[in-house]
């Protein structure tokens, strides 16, 4: 249990995707701009990651390492991950329209989002079992959306700033996720501390 | 378009880093070192140029539908083919990239340039621009990473610049100085070409082209609209 908290109290705030790992920096750019749609992208990639988890973890365990298959692990991850996707949304669209039209719109957005195959990735190179590997796929959502959410706020406060010309736009923003990543490092010994 | 505009397109007028602002993953993650950003875009030419040219020899067979699956495999097949050379031929590079190295499938700007270039064009210029759009990238790797390393460290591949004289700044090497870099690399391009990008609207500025810009379109209209 205490092995679980650690894992899951670590890859939201010390090791945070976004912020310490810089996975799906896309999406944190993107779609930051409101705190609502950056709560709705931040739950939807959280369930896919989790999903994601649940179905690579025993292929690879299963399928890929008995056979000696491992190298082919990205190729089968991306596909799993790229036809999930694609079958939440049919089955979404169809069988529940009121949550697809809240989460529908992020669900083509996370295909291409490297925190979803990164999770799935580090699951297996920290040779994680199935449990742990699904509390940290939790984790790395939850602080993917810890991040965006603190990050909207930040950005919520900027629209209204007079910027110099040439830092209009992308600059600035890069420079207010310097200083959002900066307040992160001071959680680097919290798991050290915590569970003694 | 000539060939040579097709070329030098990708690594000035539409840099992929600096102008287009596709694949920030890697471009803040690998680059703590010159020599690491310059291995990654490296590898990451390799790939584009590989995919580039196999997809436009396969564009008509595949169906509209499901052409970005048939892509993304596509491209992984060139990752894993680019994993095993490195770790056969420069482990140490292998090492320091790390997931990263897997994560080249998702890197936005391959795919990008599959959905925009390749999938519309002839098998020389899209190879060509597989070289021109990945030499960009790899300029823009290199720069993060020489700035990150001089600073951060205070060597330049490994040869000790200025360490003796001024203490390193480890910010530089952190997550942290890793954004500030780029804020900063952005705003010298942005004075240089006449404040271009500080006009792209979303935040992550590469629409054209990008699989998922029709979602990200409806997502800030609709808040737009609030």
Do not use: H
Not at chain 1, 186 to 195: I, W
Not at chain 2, 65 to 82: D, K
Not at chain 2, 96 to 105: C, K, M, Y
Not at chain 2, 145 to 172: C, D, N
């Amino acid at each position: 249990m205490k092995e679980m908290l650690i894992i899951l109290v670590s890859a939201i705030l010390v090791d945070n995707f976004v912020l310490s790992k810089f996975m799906g920096i896309c999406p944190f750019l993107g779609v930051s701009k409101k705190i609502d749609s950056a709560l709705g992208m931040s739950v939807a990639v959280t369930f896919v990651m989790c999903m994601a988890t649940a179905l690579t973890w025993p292929i690879y365990t299963f399928f890929l390492a008995p056979f000696e298959l491992d190298y082919l692990r990205t190729v089968a991850f991306i596909l799993i991950i790229a036809l999930f996707v694609q079958l939440i949304e049919i089955l979404l669209k169809k069988f529940m329209p009121p949550l697809y039209k809240s989460l529908g719109v992020y669900l083509p957005l996370i295909t291409t989002n490297c925190a979803v195959l990164g999770v799935t990735l580090l699951n297996i190179d920290n040779t994680y079992d199935f449990a742990q590997s699904i509390v940290n796929a939790l984790g790395a959502g939850l602080g993917f959306m810890l991040a965006l959410i603190l990050f909207s706020g930040v950005r919520q406060k900027m629209e209204s700033c007079n910027v110099p010309k040439a830092l209009q736009g992308i600059p600035i923003t890069l420079v207010a996720a310097a200083i959002t990543s900066v307040s992160f490092v001071g959680f680097s010994g919290v798991v050290e501390g915590l569970f003694k | 378009m000539s060939n040579l505009k097709v070329l030098l397109n990708g690594i000035i007028k539409e840099n992929p880093v600096f102008v287009l602002l596709l694949g920030m993953c890697p471009t803040l993650a690998v680059t703590t070192m010159a020599v690491n950003g310059l291995g990654m875009g490296l590898a990451t030419t390799f790939v584009l140029v590989c995919s580039n040219i196999v997809i436009s020899l396969v564009k008509r067979f595949i169906p509209k539908a499901v052409r970005l699956p048939c892509f993304i495999v596509i491209i992984a097949g060139f990752v894993t083919i680019v994993g095993f050379l490195l770790q056969r031929f420069v482990p140490s590079l292998y090492s320091a990239l790390g997931l990263f190295l897997s994560l080249i499938t998702v890197n936005c700007i391959i795919l990008a340039r599959a959905e925009i270039f390749a999938s519309k064009n002839g098998v020389g210029k899209s190879a060509l621009d597989g070289v021109g759009m990945g030499l960009g990238f790899t300029l823009a790797l290199f720069l993060m990473g020489s700035v990150r390393e001089i600073l951060g460290v205070g060597t330049w591949f490994g040869i000790a610049l200025t360490k003796q004289l001024i203490e390193p700044m480890k910010l530089f090497v952190s997550p942290a100085g890793g954004f500030f870099t780029l804020a900063v690399l952005i705003a010298i391009i942005n004075i240089l070409t006449k404040y271009k990008i500080s006009k792209k609207k979303i935040g992550c500025g590469g629409c054209e082209g990008c699989p998922s810009a029709e979602a990200c379109a409806s997502l800030n209209e609709e808040g737009d609209e609030k």
